[in-house]
């Protein structure tokens, strides 16, 4: 039993982020853990992350959905939670996976503005408006997880609009994720060297924050600030460029990936690069056996995400996103291509990469779940 739900916890941790450019939501987790009608079992349970995760991950209908989690300090003392999930949160916060703070305030809806992310909270409405009237006003924002038939679905919370929807980052957003900031207090895992600082730095698997997965300051007086430090930051220079592409596989959006100019990143069967996207485990036997290990390398060069073949079998290129076999252009081992906008790389026929919101939609299928592996009365059992 305990086997089965570090596994899910595991799963959970996948779906945890403070990358901008990766996370698709904010919450509270001091919040959610509470949402004790969802599974009507102990007070506290951190599995009830994964549950809500699962319901974003169905409404958006995409796989690997992160979220952006602001974790009050004292959850990492929290007596309801087990003695494992205390531990899992602080190695989360110890990773830099979670942002962790000692008053977290309205850092939730600060961040979601910043960030242009959704809030998945069920906070009254009155107490949401603060400094950030504006966001609780527009539909789909704030949206508030409720109990349903098969698990948590979400409802109108605010603003009307029972869909989690992007909105487009704030001004002060742009302007903050264009820069590459430092803290001062060692081993900041935010804005440091990532990992390395804190009770469970041993356990910690980052070993150097990239700027480009830095996550937003806190503004506090117009000054960028650490939101888990109160001190003000360092301008290191200017933040990588980056682009956020997607792997879609049978009609879903599988994964995310962040491209930057400093790191190609190579997509395959199963690459052996760090940092590569293995698609291995989505795959029928037929695309195993076409597509290779390391199947296409994507490089940002000056702004241009260029594409070259590195397979044995090559690829292929979808202009424009159309699915007409006439319209398809082959690439072939060894060849490189600019992607255009809106332009697919196919790798095999159902499986193509390409910047997210030009991937024409797909059939509806149900993505994977966080809580596959949670045993049924897992929540209920005692501490």
Request: proline share 9%; with cysteine.
């Amino acid at each position: 039993m305990r086997f089965e739900i570090s596994k899910v916890l595991d799963a959970i941790e996948g779906r945890v982020c403070t990358d901008p450019s990766l996370a698709r939501a904010v919450l509270d987790l001091a919040e959610v853990i509470r949402y004790q009608d969802i599974d009507g079992g102990r007070p506290a349970s951190l599995l009830r992350l994964g549950m809500v995760i699962d319901a974003l991950s169905r409404q958006l209908e995409e796989d690997s959905v992160p979220v952006y989690a602001v974790v009050h300090r004292a959850l990492l003392s929290d007596a309801d939670l087990t003695s494992n999930e205390r531990m899992v949160v602080r190695r989360w916060a110890d990773d830099g996976l979670v942002e962790v703070l000692d008053n977290p305030g309205d850092r939730m809806l600060e961040v979601a503005d910043l960030l242009g992310l959704p809030v998945l909270t069920r906070v009254r409405a009155d107490g949401l408006r603060g400094r950030y009237p504006w966001l609780v006003e527009q539909p789909g924002r704030v949206v508030a997880p409720v109990p349903g038939a098969g698990g948590p679905v979400f409802v109108a919370h605010v603003g009307g609009g029972d869909t989690p929807v992007a909105g487009e980052r704030s001004p002060a957003g742009v302007k903050l994720l264009a820069r590459h900031w430092r803290c001062p207090e060692p081993g900041c895992a935010l804005f440091g060297g990532g990992g390395g600082g804190g009770a469970f730095a041993d356990l910690a698997r980052v070993t150097e924050r990239s700027p480009a997965g830095q996550p937003p300051p806190s503004l506090r007086g117009g000054v960028p600030t650490c939101p888990r430090h109160g001190t003000r930051l360092g301008d290191a220079g200017p933040r990588p460029r980056t682009e956020v592409l997607a792997v879609r596989i049978g009609g879903l959006i599988r994964r995310r990936f962040v491209l930057t100019e400093d790191q190609p990143v190579l997509v395959g069967r199963a690459p052996e690069q760090a940092g590569g996207i293995m698609l291995g485990q989505w795959l029928n036997d037929e695309a195993r056996r076409w597509i290779s290990r390391g199947h296409v390398r994507f490089e940002l060069r000056v702004g241009e995400v260029i594409v070259t073949d590195v397979s044995t079998n090559g690829s292929g290129i979808r202009p424009g996103g159309s699915m007409a076999e006439s319209d398809r252009v082959a690439l072939a081992p060894r060849q490189s291509r600019v992607l255009a906008g809106g332009d697919m790389v196919e790798l095999y026929p159902g499986v193509q990469v390409g910047r997210p919101d030009e991937l024409p939609a797909g059939a509806p299928y149900s993505p994977t779940s966080v809580m596959a592996e949670a045993p049924t009365m897992a929540m209920r059992l005692p501490r």
